[in-house]
């Protein structure tokens, strides 16, 4: 059964249909990661999953946005200073990231390291409205000064987080949503609720049977040569003796108890 797309998604991607695709593209993405992030693990046999991590960390942002790059109307943007794309897509601008390496409450959802990119992006997310404890706000979105790449980005333009929950033995639970930030320690106020990302279910693998390749200009089976049946002479006492020949040798009459062998 097929999983419906929330209102909030279809307005931001400007129709359900595009929505939707964003939605299962993403799900996708993030399948390749994993399988891809496991599969430099296993070849570089080590007792540490960092290898996991770093290409865990790299392939969340190459394989979102080679999922969704060639979408009508998908535009990558990579922010000055930071080395990956980010994709915008109608007014949403997307943004992954792992939230845990085991199976957490995405609403506990912390972003790690809130450097200058990061607050950046939050200047394209909703305002907080939790007040700290002096009474004033920890992050003020509208008081960033955004670099040149992000500043010419469309007015409207919304930060969609991505929040995954992922380790070197697989991926437990991705989402989607919009939050703000909080505080400068990476506390999110989510404004639209994470949403579970539904995940496409693997494709049947259908056995490939491979015929082998027939030769040419073979002789059929009644074209073949005859074959040659070896033959054993009959010794010459037999012939003497006149002994019948014999083409089968003899059965042997079992017993029929133990006695009989004497």
Same mark, same amino acid.
């Given at each position: ?9 279809s307005e ?44 865990? !960390?790299?392939g969340a ?12 109307g998908a535009?990558?943007?990579?922010? @000055? ?9 109608? @007014? ?20 790690? @390291? ?22 004033? !706000? ?36 991705? !989402?989607?949503? *919009? ?11 989510? *404004? ?56 089968? *040798? ?8 133990? @006695?009989?062998?004497?």
């Open positions: 059964m097929e999983i419906p797309v929330s209102a909030w998604a931001l991607f400007h129709d359900e249909e595009t929505a939707r695709d964003v939605r299962d593209r993403i799900g996708q993405a993030l399948i390749d990661m994993q399988a891809n992030a496991r599969s430099s693990q296993q070849d570089a046999d080590v007792s540490s999953t960092q290898v996991h991590g770093v290409a865990r !960390y790299r942002f190459e394989r979102v946005s080679e999922q969704l790059g060639d979408l009508p535009q990558l943007v990579k922010p @000055n200073g930071f080395q990956f794309d980010l994709v915008r897509i109608g @007014n949403g601008l997307l943004y992954p990231f792992c939230f845990s390496k085991k199976d957490s409450n995405v609403r506990t959802a912390r972003i790690q @390291n809130v450097w200058s990119v990061i607050r950046e992006l939050f200047a394209f997310a909703p305002p907080s409205e939790q007040a700290d404890l002096f009474g004033g !706000y920890a992050f003020d979105p509208s008081a960033v000064e955004l670099r040149p790449r992000l500043a010419a980005l469309p007015e409207g333009t919304r930060l969609v987080l991505v929040p995954f929950a992922c380790n070197a033995a697989g991926l437990l639970k991705p !989402y989607w949503g *919009v939050a703000a930030l909080a505080d400068e320690s990476g506390t999110l106020e989510w *404004v639209i609720d994470p949403e579970p990302l539904p995940l496409p279910l693997p494709e049947a693998s259908t056995p490939k049977l491979t015929i082998p390749q027939q030769l040419t200009g073979h002789p059929g089976f009644d074209e073949g040569e005859q074959p040659i049946v070896a033959l054993t002479p009959r010794p010459d006492a037999e012939r003497k003796l006149d002994i019948p020949p014999v083409s089968e *040798v003899a059965p042997i009459e079992p017993l029929t108890n133990e @006695n009989n062998e004497n």
